[in-house]
């Protein structure tokens, strides 16, 4: 099959990842595969994305992301609709399309090419990342909202990354929905599983705690931090003078919120007299991550109702046991208290998770060796490949009619019904 994938912005985040590995699936299954996004720069991108098992596109990058730090969904839209434009228009005829994150490609690749087929994958509803600080805000929101909700409806199937994300999806999606399937994300294993098993590099006597993910304030780093002040009263000052914590993940200089959270989790860090325990590690390559998880005694996954997150799934295949939030995707991924730990959210909580970790160095590496096995298990790229081309081979030979896809239109109309409702 000609399979096209319409992404926003092909960075390094757990979106990115997805896709990305999505991508090279597909390939790996003899079909033809190409990249359409709005940003892509080679220096802060995935090595798969540079090694030619598929062509990327850029369109539309020149289209500001937002105006005075304001209207970022808007331009988002207007982003996402000039793309599925070029694409639709001047980029041939595919089988497939897969979308994730913006649904407004969707009927617009419908009304382009209505014999396409459109998958979309749903990592967690849009409406639900956005900060409702004041009316006008919740006002600016509600069209976004509905747009949101009956575009996704106007795709051929819906995939989300999660349980949870489902149980979120049936709740957020009342207007009209479309029953959607679960599809766990994957992990490239052949080389998380080449990480030797032992928890650290014979040459360190450090026990080291990992923490990836970007620097944005939904992430929770700063629990990690505080948790690890909170330890000092847990365990003995000789294990606790061996402990140190490694903050790595994305972060963009042009994007605000990196930058101030980055700023925000070093006056944290200040204030606990913590800066001989942290270390910091920016926006880091894949090989780069590889040594990182390969050094590291464990993973400290912090983000709270996470709708998956891919780094714990990382993190057990390089047979790392995790410590993460007891809410969201984690309560899958994780077994509890045999490949790691699931903890309440609060820094107390936190650092009884790192003590268990750090003072049972021989009980942190079965559990390692466990989460490796779990991983292999669920969540391999075969699996993962195997099913979204099952996916895309069904919605593939789906009948077409001129009928049907007039029928798909309705929730479109029912949308604007809503807004009118709602506005007049």
């Known amino acids: 099959m000609r399979i096209a994938f319409l992404h926003p912005d092909l960075g390094i985040g757990g979106a990115e990842r997805l896709v990305v590995d999505a991508a090279v699936s597909l390939v790996e299954r003899k079909h033809h595969v190409a990249m359409f ?30 105006v005075c730090e304001m209207g970022h969904i808007l331009f988002a839209m207007l982003r996402a609709v000039w793309l599925a434009l070029m694409v639709g228009l001047f980029c041939g005829s595919y089988d497939v399309y897969i979308c994730d994150q913006i649904s407004v490609y969707v009927p617009i690749l419908r009304f382009l090419a209505p014999r396409t087929k459109i998958l979309f994958y749903c990592h967690f509803p849009d409406q639900l990342l956005s900060n409702r600080t004041s009316c006008t805000k919740r006002l600016y929101r ?21 349980k949870f994300t489902k149980s979120v999806y049936r709740k957020t999606f009342t207007l009209v929905a479309k029953e959607p399937y679960v599809l766990y994300p994957c992990v490239k294993l052949d080389e998380l599983i080449s990480i030797g098993s032992d928890p650290t590099p014979p040459a360190s006597n450090d026990i080291v705690l990992l923490s990836i993910n970007r ?26 003078d061996r402990v140190k914590l490694v903050l790595a993940g994305g972060h963009d200089k042009k994007v605000k919120e990196n930058v101030d959270y980055y700023e925000e989790i070093q006056e944290v ?15 880091f390559s894949d090989a780069e991550k590889l040594d990182l998880l390969a050094s590291c005694t464990a993973v400290v996954y912090t983000p709270e109702n996470e709708h998956f997150g891919i780094v714990p799934i990382e993190a057990m295949a390089a047979a790392r046991p995790v410590l993460a939030t007891m809410s969201g995707g984690p309560m899958e991924s994780v077994d509890h208290k045999k490949t790691g730990f699931l903890q309440d959210v609060t820094p107390a909580s936190f650092a009884e998770g790192m003590a268990s970790l750090v ?48 029928v798909s239109y309705l929730p479109l109309m029912l949308g604007v019904y809503v807004l009118q409702q709602k506005f007049a």
């Open 269 to 283: 860090v200040r204030e606990g007299a913590l800066e001989n325990k942290i270390e910091y590690k920016l926006s």
């Open 359 to 406: 003072k049972y160095p021989l009980k942190s590496k079965l559990m390692g060796e466990a989460g490796r096995k779990r991983v292999i298990k669920m969540f391999s790229r075969e699996s993962f490949g195997a099913q979204l081309e099952g996916h895309c081979q069904e919605i593939a030979k789906e009948s077409f009619s001129y009928f049907s896809v007039l």
């Open 142 to 162: 509600i069209p976004f909202d509905v747009i949101e909700q009956v575009t996704t409806a106007l795709s051929d199937r819906v995939l989300v990354n999660s």
């Open 215 to 240: 620097f944005e304030r939904k992430k929770n780093i700063a629990l990690a931090v505080k948790a690890l002040l909170e330890l000092r009263s847990l365990v003995k000052k000789d294990v606790y």
């Open 37 to 66: 996004t709005s940003h892509y720069k080679v220096e802060r991108c995935f090595d798969e994305t540079k090694s030619g098992q598929f062509d990327v596109f850029v369109y539309g990058d020149f289209l500001p992301r937002h």
